[in-house]
């Protein structure tokens, strides 16, 4: 297998880790081609970071209105923890392998790196906001190919993308103030 040094001289697959299964005689149905593999396990690696840097930022958020930040951190880490366990789920419904290893992730994800250290809640609701945009960038940059392929895990995205861009839009309106005058 060929490997390509991304992010960090990580040495990982070219395909990123993802892979088809061996077919066994139980398993009948749809496999998925490699362009559908390579862009689910593009997503899946953008949600496990997602969920890793909200993690972070959960952390170590202080200031004003930390409290519910902090809660609301929670919930955006919880859904993508469950998002990407149903994508890695979809992958395998099609015969793919997801590669959800810290390794992958770290070399793959399209998310800049999250700062260390304590974090002023001001900004982070706005590294939080960029990074769930960034995800969500993502699932529509693969959207196409996703949807040519198999609708069915269009239609994921879809819920996925929608929940996604409810939280940006509420995790930035903290940040916001009223345009009227």
């Not at 930390?66 to 809660?71: A, E, G, I, V």
């Not at 895990?153 to 879809?158: G, N, Q």
């Amino acid at each position: 297998m060929s490997t390509a040094t991304i992010k960090r001289d990580v040495q990982v697959p070219v395909d990123g880790g993802a892979k088809s299964t061996r077919r066994q005689n139980a398993e009948r149905g749809f496999k998925a081609p490699k362009e559908l593999t390579d862009s689910l396990q593009q997503v899946l690696v953008d949600l496990v970071e997602l969920h890793v840097q909200g993690k972070q930022a959960h952390w170590n958020v202080v200031g004003k209105n930390f409290r519910d930040l902090h809660l609301q951190l929670d919930e955006i880490i919880d859904s993508a923890r469950e998002f990407s366990d149903t994508v890695a789920e979809r992958m395998r419904a099609l015969h793919a392998v997801p590669d959800g290893r810290s390794d992958t992730v770290a070399a793959t994800t399209t998310l800049p790196e999250y700062p260390n250290g304590e974090i002023d809640t001001a900004e982070t609701v706005d590294l939080v906001t960029a990074r769930i945009e960034a995800v969500v960038g993502t699932m529509r940059d693969v959207h196409d190919t996703v949807d040519d392929a198999d609708p069915t895990s269009a239609d994921i995205l879809h819920a996925v993308i929608e929940k996604l861009e409810q939280y940006a839009w509420m995790v930035s309106a903290e940040n916001r103030t009223t345009t009227r005058k």
